[in-house]
């Protein structure tokens, strides 16, 4: 199928696209990577009377530190995210999430922004950012708000967006030497849409794990943490006996709904399975050796 008919801008400035989000409301499409979007154009799922291309804007591209953030465009692409230095320095668990991100073509247009405003709860970056403590950064004409990845994903493919708003970047705290965060996922083939997936970060402190994160892909409507498990391995030192309370925990507290090819009962048999990679790994691990030794 071929998209319908529709006007095209491509401002160079920021104020502009702003604008024309005021003026133009629902009639008005984002345009960024258009991995996603223009598919749903094809196939008239949607069917706006104006693309606003944010190609030309310099201001959502780029990944910089600010004080003590991790400043990810809107703009930026998968591509940009997984070869960044900063990236991997600061947020290693970007690092390790972006391959399993599509195939390279999608991973060069795609966007970091686009991925975010989309809210697919198979995606990898809201859950990411979820684990991560990030914050959207977003912006209209009269204001710029910035939203907790908790608050932003309200639902399947809906946001904390409002119509006149778009996403300039997102904002994550740079990561402490300490922090461990690990990325597991299951697909039915490389480069598909997860399955199931786990984006988990923990603060290991004198033996004990401190501020623990388990954010889920595939499990829900929208990218969601399991704030039971994680209490189950709060404050206490990492162990087998350990590792097993909080899968146990895990299966009375996740309920994923079944998918086209998923029984709900193997999600969950799935998120079980990574979430013990996870901390197995954080258990065999130099970096938390002290903790397996003292538990
Ligand atoms: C075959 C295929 C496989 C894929 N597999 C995966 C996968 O495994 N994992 C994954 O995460 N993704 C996957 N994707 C999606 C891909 O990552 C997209 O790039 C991403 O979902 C959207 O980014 P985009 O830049 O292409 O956004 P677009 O398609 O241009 O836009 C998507 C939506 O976001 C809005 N939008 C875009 N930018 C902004 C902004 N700055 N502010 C506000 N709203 C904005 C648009 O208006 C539109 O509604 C796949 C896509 C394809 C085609």
Redesign the pocket.
């Known amino acids: 199928m071929k998209s319908p008919s529709f006007s095209y801008v491509r401002p160079t400035q920021l104020s502009e696209v702003m604008s024309l989000l005021q003026n133009h409301g629902d009639n008005a499409?984002?345009?960024?990577?258009?991995?996603?979007?223009?598919?749903?154009l094809n196939m008239r799922l949607?069917e706006p009377g104006l693309l606003i291309d944010?190609q030309s804007l310099q201001e959502?591209k780029g990944i910089t530190t600010v004080h003590n953030m991790l400043r990810i465009g809107?703009?930026a692409?998968?591509a940009e995210v997984a070869q960044s230095a900063l990236v991997s320095q600061h947020a290693p668990l970007l690092s390790d999430a972006a391959p399993?991100?599509?195939?390279q073509a999608?991973?060069n247009?795609?966007?970091f922004?686009?991925?975010?405003?989309?809210g697919?709860p198979?995606?990898?970056?809201p859950a990411c950012l979820l684990a991560l403590d990030g914050v959207v950064v977003?912006a209209s004409s009269n204001s710029t708000r910035r939203i907790a990845a908790a608050d932003f994903f309200t639902g399947l493919y809906s946001t904390a967006?409002e119509q006149d708003?778009?996403?300039?970047a997102c904002e994550i705290p740079i990561a402490s030497a300490q922090l461990w965060t690990s990325f597991h996922e299951l697909?039915r083939r490389h480069?598909?849409?997860?399955v199931m997936g786990l984006a988990a970060a923990a603060l290991p402190q004198q033996h004990e794990l401190q501020q623990v994160r388990l954010a889920w892909i595939g499990a829900g409507d929208n990218p969601l943490r399991t704030f039971a498990t994680e209490q189950v391995l709060e404050g206490q030192s990492l162990s087998e006996p350990l590792i097993a309370q909080a899968v146990a925990c895990l299966k009375t507290e996740l309920n994923p709904r079944a998918d086209m090819t998923h029984s709900a009962a193997a999600k969950l048999h799935m998120a079980s399975v990574l979430l013990q990679r996870a901390l197995k790994g954080l258990l065999a691990g130099a970096s938390i050796s002290h903790i397996a030794r003292n538990s």
């Open positions: 499409r984002l345009l960024a990577g258009g991995q996603t979007l223009l598919t749903t949607s944010l959502l809107a703009m692409t998968h399993y991100i599509a195939h999608i991973r247009l795609g966007t922004g686009g991925s975010i405003a989309y697919d198979a995606a990898e970056w977003v967006l708003e778009l996403i300039v697909s480069g598909d849409y997860a």
